[in-house]
């Protein structure tokens, strides 16, 4: 809220008592009410009547008799105060205005500088985000030892280190699925982490298990070189 000037009581009295005798009402050579009259009627007191007085006559409006009160010496130099006293005024308002608005700018100042300072440390926070995340695809194959066994059951993350995000099955995408998602045979796994994790895991899905023959050892006739007829 914008102040306004308001000029201190002995300086209102003052001016009141020049537009007065500016105006006729106390003519030249007239004189001035008694100080404890005019502290009754502008409701101060005498000593405030007296710096209003003390104004006026160093104005040459007025000229203060000791023991005689105040007697009125020129109207021209009353109107000579008032027009002083308002364009006066009008730079008080200005300087008062002013401080004012200084003040709203170092307000405006200190609020931009905190906002600046909360976007630069979101940014921070947050800078990570706004960056793409290396993804990968690793594609189940057939006969992988993954097949029918869940995320959680595989150790999928501890195994490789990657995270697993996504899950293309046929036309179907499976978005952050649980430990209890299980794969399949052609699943396209969508992953996050290093390329190092995403080999990982596709060494993880990629490693067949070997047959096992009617003893249930493994059979291993298909790497045999050489082998009997």
Same mark, same amino acid.
């Given at each position: ?5 308001? &000029?201190?009581?002995? +300086? ?36 405030? @009547?007296?710096?209003?007085? %003390? ?36 730079? %008080? $308002?200005?300087? +008062? ?11 405006? /100042? ?8 909360? +976007? ?10 706004? =960056?793409?995340?290396? *993804? ?10 993954? @097949? ?18 996504? @899950? ?5 995408? @499976? +978005? $952050? ?16 982490? $290093? ?7 596709? *060494?993880?899905?990629? /490693? =067949? ?8 050892? &493994? ?11």
């Amino acid at each position: 809220m914008r102040q306004t000037v308001v &000029p201190s009581q002995y +300086l209102q009295i003052a001016l009141d008592l020049a537009r007065r005798i500016a105006a006729g009402e106390l003519p030249e050579g007239s004189r001035v009410y008694g100080r404890s009259v005019m502290a009754s009627e502008y409701s101060v007191s005498p000593e405030t @009547i007296r710096r209003a007085l %003390r104004l006026l006559a160093d104005m040459k409006v007025v000229e203060v008799k000791p023991q005689s009160g105040a007697v009125v010496l020129s109207a021209d130099s009353a109107r000579r105060y008032i027009k002083n006293f308002e364009e006066s005024a009008d730079v %008080r $308002s200005l300087r +008062l205005q002013l401080r004012e608005q200084m003040a709203e700018y170092d307000e405006l /100042h200190r609020r931009m500088a905190e906002t600046v300072k909360a +976007l630069v440390k979101s940014r921070e926070t947050f800078a990570a985000a706004g =960056e793409p995340l290396p *993804n990968y695809e690793v594609s189940v194959p057939q006969g992988s030892p993954c @097949i029918g066994k869940s995320i959680g059951a595989l150790k999928f993350w501890q195994s490789t280190g990657a995270t697993i995000v996504a @899950i293309r099955r046929g036309q179907t995408v @499976i +978005l $952050s699925p649980g430990p209890y998602a299980e794969l399949y045979a052609g699943d396209v796994i969508v992953l996050v982490g $290093s390329l190092a994790a995403a080999e990982a895991a596709n *060494n993880l899905v990629s /490693h =067949e298990v070997p047959s096992l023959g009617r003893s249930g050892a &493994p059979d291993m006739s298909n790497g045999r070189k050489g082998g009997r007829n």
